[in-house]
């Protein structure tokens, strides 16, 4: 996949299929205009073009900033984005002098002129251009105006719930991860550096790779014990997630670590993948470490009950 930063690099392909937007989670919804776009790239021998912004528009305008949490950082988006097979994609730096670009300003000056596309492939709810104004129908006129096709894929469903990046949020907010990862089409993850704990794991027979807090936009599923697979290096291991504040030990601050089953290796300083599977619990107190490592064995039969059953989504 080709990457461009500035629109002006961009040099024009044959037969662009063209779509724009933040892509938050790249999740089944987005997927399926992606899906579209290669399916009609390839009809006409042609090359797909994702358009996305960054940073967030969101945080460029302050809106809700206090709350705000994204699903993927950007590194993640972009690899999901190659992992797709996406040909070209174009991010465009978003400042608050962009956000006042009109619709039909934008769509000239930013995908007909330099890209001249051959369609546009949007979702069922796209809008665009100063303060989102811009709808479907304004866009089948400009394609109308400046001689290009357009295409609305619908509302993506899984299990009746219509897919949306907001819905994917609140489930990970309430730590639902097996139904945000559903709607996803992919496990929920977090990636970080792996730093050092305080070893009271270890000492109990559950040695964990604590990670280093992500940026302050990533969204962190909800404190408890989860069933995990961990990348590293190119390998998948099974695991024993935690997010939370250690109450039993009385840390404070918010930990993300994962025991990573059969595997003994000193790996501080380097990186790994959570990739969340299910919750099993909330997060507790409890009275001294003993009773603490009970509860730990108890969690660790459960974890691997739930993924010897296989039933969950490939980790890709």
């Known amino acids: 996949m080709k990457i461009y930063h500035c629109i002006e690099d961009f040099k024009p392909v044959n037969n662009a299929i063209v779509t724009t937007g933040t892509f938050d989670g790249v999740h089944l919804g987005h997927q399926a205009i992606l899906k579209r776009m290669i399916e009609d790239a390839r009809e006409v021998e042609g090359e797909t073009v994702v358009i996305t912004f960054h940073p967030h528009p969101r945080i460029v305008l302050h809106i809700d900033s206090s709350n705000l949490k994204f699903i993927s950082t950007q590194k993640r988006k972009i690899e999901r984005l190659e992992a797709i097979g996406i040909d070209n994609l174009i991010i465009i730096e978003f400042t608050k002098a962009f ?38 129908k304004l866009l089948y006129d400009l394609g109308q105006k400046f001689d290009f096709k357009v295409e609305r894929i619908p509302a993506q469903d899984v299990e009746n719930i219509a897919v949306s990046s907001t819905k994917i949020r609140k489930a990970l907010e309430l730590g639902d991860v097996a139904k945000a990862n559903k709607l996803l089409g992919y496990p929920y993850s977090i990636c970080g550096r792996v730093v050092r704990g305080n070893q009271v794991g270890r000492r109990m027979g559950f040695p964990t790779a604590n990670i280093e807090t992500p940026s302050q936009y990533k969204l962190i599923t909800a404190r408890g014990v989860y069933a995990c697979k961990v990348k590293h290096n190119g390998s998948i291991y099974d695991g024993m997630g935690n997010i939370g504040y250690r109450p039993t030990v009385a840390d404070g601050e918010l930990t993300i670590e994962v025991n990573i089953f059969d595997f003994n290796e000193e790996i501080y300083e380097q990186e790994i993948t959570i990739l969340f599977i299910d919750r099993i619990r909330d997060e507790q107190k409890f009275n001294g470490l003993d009773e603490l490592k009970a509860q730990l064995e108890q969690d660790r039969e459960k974890v691997k009950t739930i993924l010897a059953a296989d039933n969950y989504l490939p980790t890709d």
């Open 99 to 136: 956000s006042r670009t009109s619709s039909e300003t934008f769509i000239k000056n930013y995908i007909v002129d330099p890209i001249k596309p051959y369609k546009l492939v949007v979702g069922y709810d796209h809008h665009f251009g100063k303060n989102r104004i811009g709808d479907f």
